[in-house]
């Protein structure tokens, strides 16, 4: 698809500015770097690794898929963490994150949870008004357990349930954490309709 990255920015229902906000920062004055996601024919801009890493988080799609004009390969892989991921040693370091979280505006981050084990996790905070989305890619039984027990010590409600990615036959753990019942369903209505089993922390 020659527009992908253009479909990416619809499919969040982004403007000019929060699409800055959440790439660039609050207090980013490159609109003409946003301009040139939006317009991908017009302008032929080369953007930085650590830009469409970014970008490719915010929207859980390979990295891959938003570098390459060209084809894709319908594959799931990590480069996004490790061009925009915040590199963690222990499960627990996400647990201040996630407090730090509750009542932000709208904030995407990327966290590659680098244990003693062999096999790193890799965590999707996302933040808005009234809710926390957490997502969890490759996780071992032992990470699950860990972020589980993370999520229940805040103050929030959570529900999780598992995803089905862009990428045909990967899937991940989805957490959704909110004061009030009523955003969770929210959320659960307008985003996720398509689950139709998930569970309560």
């Given at each position: 698809?020659?527009?992908?990255?253009?479909?990416?920015?619809?499919?969040?229902?982004?403007?000019?500015?929060?699409?800055?906000?959440?790439?660039?920062?609050?207090?980013?004055?490159?609109?003409?770097?946003?301009?040139?996601?939006?317009?991908?024919?017009?302008?032929?801009?080369?953007?930085?690794?650590?830009?469409?890493?970014?970008?490719?988080?915010?929207?859980?799609?390979?990295?891959?898929?938003?570098?390459k004009d060209g084809s894709v390969v319908e594959r799931w892989n990590f480069k996004n963490y490790d061009?925009?991921?915040?590199?963690?040693?222990?499960?627990?370091?996400?647990?201040?994150?996630?407090?730090?979280?509750?009542?932000?505006?709208?904030?995407?981050?990327?966290?590659?949870?680098?244990?003693s084990t062999d096999q790193e996790c890799y965590i999707r905070l996302e933040s808005r008004a009234d809710?926390?989305?957490?997502?969890?890619?490759?996780?071992?039984?032992?990470?699950?357990?860990?972020?589980?027990?993370?999520?229940?010590?805040?103050?929030?409600?959570?529900?999780?349930?598992?995803?089905?990615?862009?990428?045909?036959?990967?899937?991940?753990?989805?957490?959704?954490?909110?004061?009030?019942?009523?955003?969770?369903?929210?959320?659960?209505?307008?985003?996720?309709?398509?689950?139709?089993?998930?569970?309560?922390?």
């Amino acid at each position: 698809m020659p527009n992908r990255r253009r479909a990416l920015i619809q499919a969040f229902a982004l403007r000019t500015v929060e699409l800055r906000t959440l790439l660039l920062g609050d207090f980013s004055d490159s609109s003409s770097t946003i301009s040139d996601l939006y317009h991908p024919v017009k302008y032929r801009r080369r953007f930085t690794n650590e830009l469409l890493a970014q970008f490719g988080i915010i929207h859980r799609v390979p990295f891959d898929w938003v570098y390459k004009d060209g084809s894709v390969v319908e594959r799931w892989n990590f480069k996004n963490y490790d061009f925009s991921g915040i590199a963690l040693t222990h499960m627990k370091d996400i647990i201040p994150l996630l407090r730090m979280a509750e009542g932000r505006n709208r904030n995407v981050n990327g966290y590659a949870i680098q244990a003693s084990t062999d096999q790193e996790c890799y965590i999707r905070l996302e933040s808005r008004a009234d809710v926390i989305v957490v997502d969890l890619y490759q996780a071992n039984l032992l990470c699950l357990d860990q972020l589980m027990s993370g999520l229940k010590s805040t103050s929030f409600k959570w529900s999780g349930f598992i995803t089905q990615s862009v990428v045909p036959g990967y899937r991940y753990w989805t957490f959704i954490g909110a004061d009030h019942e009523s955003a969770i369903v929210r959320i659960m209505e307008s985003e996720f309709k398509y689950i139709q089993n998930d569970m309560r922390l």
